[in-house]
């Protein structure tokens, strides 16, 4: 597919650095698949959907910075979703979310809550006013907060407050690789998703920019069980814009 | 019949003749390992060249109607990093090919000496590299240069692909078989360009870029066709492939072996396809083959 148009219709401030946009198109999609958003004359990246008409960004570099230049009726082009989601369980689930990485969990506890799951978040951020899409957790489910700081909730890693991952039927997590890294040799692989990061070339699962090892982030992911994970470099190193190893 | 596919080409064991093309999941050696295990008869790399290069910005690669366009612009990690990707690739138990560029025969020599692999592709075809690839390959002498030059920088097979994008590819073909090429590699993608219409702004970050599958096969096949009648080495198609019978006039047209490239994004098991439904046609047809291979030049 070519990119589509998608006109800006709202801009949320969700936090510092942190921004919602709507747009005017929506989306069928899974959640936890992403969408490649053309900032044109810019660059194009990969962005989860946290709602099925909007992404939430963090500006982290000049194709995130050049999108907070943007404001409504102005557009973007996107090609997507794309990937394979989260495969979302019915029964008593676990969410685990650092940072930005609430982008498509946030759309993954609507979803399951409406599919009758039961729901406990366990929700990390830097600091208190960092703590992304509260309000749409504890509207489904428990939220337990933790902050890096101890401005909210439990003083240091969302990490910590994994206690009881045997009393859930599935674990899904989203967040910096570190921390996934760190929940990944917590829990049983085989009941944990996993949403990857990569840089991602072309979307289309062909040119392998994005692999974790074998496995292509773009098309066989970016959502992927801990037992697939576990016996790759997922945590350990990725690979720059060259293909170089960048270590984590 | 068990190995009806097998072939040797430039002293390489195939288990059939089929290869990953250059450019498609070849930046990790667990990429083309995956690829081996695919079914592939042999991979080739990424395009490796002397400095570590992280291409055009997004979006690199789009599909269209037809096909899909795309302008990387050579991301590599050079080859100072990439032996132990290949060492890993030949976990795979195929053929490891290393397609490597340069933009002058001492950067294309020092690649194919430093490196170790079962042979050597030429990127002197990418359309969309300022200063490599088709500028270096649209010049017969410097073909023939950067040939000889890579033959005595190493013992291994030496491939040359070639760009589409000239007025006379026989005329690449024969500079690349006098500089003493083992085999050369037709085609690479086709010059174009996508314009989004809700904006004006060319699709691809690099503006333009080439085009590869469905569309560009008749194309391959004419080249191919060419080449054949005028080269004594052997040709390895490559350009929208996308089943076995894609395949199988490939072979008729005169390759040798076959490289598959952007239908591997949907069917990374593509090889395995192939192989048994190519297997399944010859048994039918009681062709062998060698039979099929130049079929079209003797009718």
Not at chain 1, 22 to 33: A, K, V
Not at chain 2, 40 to 50: E, L
Not at chain 2, 73 to 93: C, V
Request: aromatic letters at 6%; hydrophobic letters at 40%.
């Amino acid at each position: 597919m070519r990119p589509v148009n998608a006109v800006i219709t709202k801009v949320v401030e969700e936090a510092t650095n942190i921004r919602t946009f709507f747009f005017d198109t929506s989306f069928e999609l899974i959640p936890g698949q992403f969408v490649m958003v053309w900032i044109r004359g810019v660059d194009e990246v990969p962005m989860a959907l946290s709602y099925d008409n909007a992404i939430t960004v963090q500006k982290v570099g000049p194709a995130t910075s050049a999108l907070f230049e943007l404001n409504e009726c102005d557009s973007v082009g996107i090609r997507g979703p794309f990937g394979k989601g989260f495969d979302i369980n019915n029964g008593r689930i676990l969410l685990v979310s650092g940072g930005v990485g609430a982008a498509p969990l946030a759309p993954l506890a609507e979803k399951a809550c409406a599919e009758g799951a039961k729901i406990t978040t366990l929700l990390g951020a830097k600091t208190k006013d960092e703590l992304l899409f509260r309000k749409r957790f504890e509207a489904v489910g428990k939220v337990r907060i933790a902050t890096d700081d101890g401005t909210e909730g439990k003083h240091g890693y969302v990490t910590q407050l994994l206690d009881d991952e045997k009393n859930y039927d599935q674990i899904y997590c989203c967040g910096p690789e570190i921390m996934m890294k760190k929940v990944l040799d917590k829990v049983t692989p085989s009941r944990a998703q996993f949403s990857l990061h990569r840089y991602i070339k072309c979307g289309l699962g062909i040119c392998g920019a994005c692999c974790v090892d074998g496995l292509r982030v773009c098309k066989d992911g970016p959502v992927f069980s801990g037992d697939v994970l576990k016996r790759t470099e997922f945590g350990v190193y990725r690979r720059n814009e060259c293909g170089e190893r960048v270590k984590i | 019949m068990i190995g009806m596919l097998s072939l040797t080409l430039n002293g390489l064991k195939l288990k059939n003749p089929l290869i990953l093309a250059a450019g498609i999941m070849g930046t990790t050696g667990g990429s083309l390992k995956r690829a081996a295990e695919g079914g592939a008869g042999a991979v080739v790399t990424k395009s490796i060249g002397i400095e570590p290069k992280s291409g055009h910005s997004n979006p690199s690669m789009v599909e269209v109607d037809c096909g899909y366009l795309n302008a990387m612009g050579l991301p590599n990690p050079s080859y100072k990093n990439f032996q132990r990707e290949i060492d890993t690739a030949k976990e795979g138990g195929i053929p490891v090919i290393a397609s490597i560029f340069g933009g002058s025969a001492d950067e294309f020599s020092e690649i194919a000496g430093s490196l170790r692999a079962d042979a050597f592709e030429l990127n002197v075809s990418c359309p969309h590299a300022c200063g490599y690839g088709a500028q270096v390959g649209s010049d017969p002498a410097l073909v023939e240069e950067i040939t000889r030059a890579v033959k005595s920088a190493t013992s291994a097979p030496v491939w040359v692909k070639l760009t589409p994008n000239v007025t006379d590819i026989n005329s690449i073909g024969l500079a690349a078989e006098s500089g003493g090429a083992d085999a050369v590699v037709a085609i690479n993608t086709v010059r174009a360009m996508a314009i989004d219409i809700e904006s004006g702004y060319p699709i691809l970050g690099n503006r333009f870029g080439g085009l590869s599958g469905r569309a560009i096969k008749p194309v391959a096949i004419k080249c191919v066709y060419d080449l054949f009648e005028a080269l004594e080495i052997p040709i390895i198609g490559v350009g929208g492939i996308s089943d076995w019978r894609d395949a199988v006039e490939f072979m008729m047209a005169g390759a040798r072996a076959v490289q598959i490239g952007s239908a591997v994004g949907d069917n990374i098991n593509i090889f395995k396809d192939i192989s048994s439904c190519m297997e399944t046609f010859l048994e039918e047809k009681g062709w062998t083959l060698d039979d099929i291979y130049g079929m079209a030049h003797e009718v």
